[in-house]
């Protein structure tokens, strides 16, 4: 392709508005908006692959938007009645194909390029330490989604030249994105159709969680029947006869064909652990996973100090490790509890931003009154838990007055929990000492169980 055309292409056409649509959109999105894709460990700059999933969830807008810049962008030709004269000319339909598609796909690529090197360069600035390259198919299968169905909407313009292609083709695109989607609740992937179908949309579900991705089954399955799709595209742009028009959906229809022979069937199978990020990086006996590596220097001194609190408290019965919960559940399913392990997860509440002294409380809450409800910013977790591990720290720190591990809320059921906490706390001050033991000890059973409950303390066990 001649370098002084495509330019000039680029300069005259529209080439660029899809680009920019791609670029100034998600840079809207993410900067004046305060979504959740600031927040927690799976931040949209908080790690490389989070980063990657929210920047390609966005095509959920952008994919219906520029397919009807390319379908308008294919009226082209026809809409200046120059179809014909073109057609005399001894440049071959293919090349006349070739220089606004290339236009079209360079300006989609450069979009969506400087917005992943946006986000790349604030993961970069930021705390994390892991940078494994397990993310880079996330954007590169966006990239050739956007392409694939901007050509696709050009060459189906170029062949049905009506004023109505263009938004015809918007809302199919806008409907089969949002049938097709397929989306996550909790850390289930769901589609509204089958799963293999849901999965020919580019289009990802936001991130939850540090360490989910989308499986190698899923990058090749996307992959080859977008390649297909776009082959379709071209054939349709390059096409002057009948027949050609004919054949040239035949690259897509195998490509799905074969395409649904390799996506997963399973939603279980489509976003999977990063097995890289997910491995155990320890101090000690404090562990965390390569994602959060970076926690580590100050979660290993204080998860040792931790520790030694709890064997005071608890004898042989306390747990003997800090470890980061990498279990995959659904939102709002309940934690799984081991008593020799203290379970950390740096998007609850608790850890989000504990430092120093805070952060050994934290450790020691949940080692003697373990949550089996998270407190995420999606999870509200209950009040009950914060009273009993304020009451159970506060206990094992010997503090003079019960410390509240987090703001009490104001509404009415917020304030009897703390009342009940207050009497709960004074009448476990009011006891012996062996019998305080045994209290926490009673409390620290019935919450691995998660069966704790704060108005039975008093009156002589936490269960149920």
């Known amino acids: 392709m001649n370098g002084r055309l495509l330019r000039t292409e680029l300069k005259r056409s529209a080439a660029p508005w899809a680009g920019a649509v791609v670029l100034g959109g998600s840079l809207a999105v993410f900067f004046l908006i305060d979504g959740v894709w600031w927040r927690g460990t799976a931040g949209w700059t908080a790690q490389w692959t989070t980063m990657a999933m929210w920047t390609r969830s966005l095509l959920a807008f952008w994919l219906p938007l520029v397919v009807g810049i390319g379908a308008v962008y294919g009226l082209r030709e026809p809409r200046s009645r120059m179809t014909e004269l073109l057609a005399t000319t001894p440049l071959p339909a293919w090349r006349r194909a070739a220089l606004p598609a290339g236009a079209l796909a360079l300006a989609l690529a450069v979009g969506f390029g400087l917005l992943v090197l946006t986000g790349g360069v604030r993961v970069a600035l930021g705390p994390t330490t892991y940078t494994g390259l397990g993310w880079l198919p996330i954007p590169l299968v966006a990239v050739l989604g956007l392409v694939a169905a901007a050509v696709f909407a050009m060459g189906v313009a170029r062949t049905l030249p009506s004023v109505l292609t263009p938004p015809a083709l918007v809302v199919a695109c806008l409907v089969m994105t949002n049938v097709l989607r397929v989306r996550i609740e909790g850390e289930v992937p769901e589609s509204r159709t089958s799963n293999r179908l849901g999965l020919l949309s580019p289009v990802t579900a936001e991130p939850r969680r540090t360490l989910l991705t989308l499986s190698d089954s899923v990058h090749l399955g996307q992959t080859l029947w977008l390649v297909g799709l776009l082959a379709t595209g ?27 022979l390799i996506l997963p069937a399973a939603p279980r199978d489509t976003y999977v652990v990063d097995k890289a990020a997910a491995a155990l990086v320890c101090d000690g006996p404090v562990c965390v996973t390569q994602a959060s590596q970076s926690h580590l220097a100050e979660l290993a001194p204080r998860g040792r100090e931790a520790l030694g609190v709890l064997h005071d408290v608890l004898g042989d019965a306390a747990p003997t490790s800090v470890r980061e919960d990498t279990a995959l559940r659904a939102l709002g399913d309940l934690r799984t509890l081991s008593a020799d392990t203290v379970t950390v997860d740096f998007d609850d509440q608790l850890f989000i931003d504990a430092t120093g002294s805070d952060l050994t409380r934290a450790l020691i809450a949940q080692g003697l009154a373990p949550s089996c409800h998270a407190r995420t910013s999606r999870e509200g977790g209950t009040q009950n838990d914060i009273a009993l591990q304020s009451i159970a720290v506060s206990w094992a720190l010997d503090d003079p007055t019960l410390r509240p591990m987090a703001e009490k809320a104001a509404d009415e059921y917020a304030r009897r929990t703390w009342a009940a906490a207050d009497a709960a706390w004074q009448d476990l001050k009011g006891l012996a000492t062996a019998e305080q033991r045994a209290r926490i000890a009673e409390l620290r059973t019935a919450a691995l169980s998660c069966t704790a409950r704060l108005p039975e303390l008093p009156a002589g066990g936490a269960q149920r």
């Open 234 to 260: 071209l054939a349709l742009l390059a096409a002057t006869t009948r027949r050609a028009r004919l054949l040239a959906p035949a690259p897509a229809l195998a490509a799905a064909a074969a395409a649904l």
